[in-house]
Antibody
Framework: EVQLLESGGGLVQPGGSQRLSCAASGFTFSDYAMNWVRQAPGMGLEWVSGIGGSGGSTYYADSVKGRFTISRDNSRNTLYLQMNSLRAEDTAVYYC??????????????????WGQGTTVTVSS | QSVLTQPPSVSAAPGQKVIISCSGSSSNIEYNIVSWYQKLPGTAPKLLIYDNNKRPSGIPDRFSGSKSGTAATLGITGLQTGDEAEYYCGTWDTSLSAVVFGGGTKLTVL
């Protein structure tokens, strides 16, 4: 069974850092792009970042560019999101999501077929 | 303010049909592929439609998608109370080099 399990959420102070992890199982992790998508309280879905299967191509939303870094360790079947300079507006449930199409690079036309249950990040003093 | 525009809410009676619209521009919907996701409260989003109008296995044919120009629509027929959820459209925005979602539409089955 294909599964994604996020971890690393919690309470962090403004300006602080946090690293999220997403452990994948049930599929050949390196064959698929991965993404982070978040949902702030009372708000809609917001795509945060995506990375190709090989890790060589990455994309970011303007709202996090320069502060967040997406990466992956294909030997550990794990996706990461390093979040620095956190702001109150980064408070959200963060989901990792698997790309649908098999690709070592990031396909802009891909969709998200499997999602984790999410991990909550709260940025507050 | 979302790049893609959806109505905040729609409603219809059980058994009826509803259409949810998603409006964009030439930098996103017009030249890229649209997908739709269903999100129930407290659960992860679920892929409903990909490549504008295709359904993943397991998604009933009550759900349909279409696209014309800078707009896309999600249709749901034979509404059931279990369809009450938020629905999001998504696509790539070439100008932003980013995935963009609509603001979401809350469906109420009266």
């Amino acid at each position: 069974e294909v599964q994604l399990l996020e971890s690393g959420g919690g309470l962090v102070q403004p300006g602080g850092s946090q690293r999220l992890s997403c452990a994948a199982s049930g599929f050949t992790f390196s064959d698929y792009a991965m993404n982070w998508v978040r949902q702030a309280p009372g708000m809609g879905l917001e795509w945060v970042s995506g990375i190709g299967g090989s890790g060589g191509s990455t994309y970011y939303a303007d709202s996090v560019k320069g502060r967040f870094t997406i990466s992956r360790d294909n030997s550990r079947n794990t996706l990461y999101l390093q979040m620095n300079s956190l702001r109150a507006e980064d408070t959200a449930v963060y989901y990792c999501a698997k790309g649908w199409r098999r690709s070592t690079w990031y396909d802009p036309h891909d969709v998200f077929d499997i999602w984790g249950q999410g991990t909550t990040v709260t940025v507050s003093s | 303010q979302s790049v893609l525009t959806q109505p905040p809410s729609v409603s219809a009676a059980p058994g009826q049909k509803v259409i949810i619209s998603c409006s964009g521009s030439s930098s996103n919907i017009e030249y890229n592929i649209v997908s739709w996701y269903q999100k129930l409260p407290g659960t992860a989003p679920k892929l409903l439609i990909y490549d504008n109008n295709k359904r993943p296995s397991g998604i009933p044919d009550r759900f349909s998608g279409s696209k014309s120009g800078t707009a896309a629509t999600l249709g749901i027929t034979g509404l059931q109370t279990g369809d009450e959820a938020e629905y999001y459209c998504g696509t790539w925005d070439t100008s932003l080099s980013a995935v963009v979602f609509g603001g979401g539409t809350k469906l109420t089955v009266l």
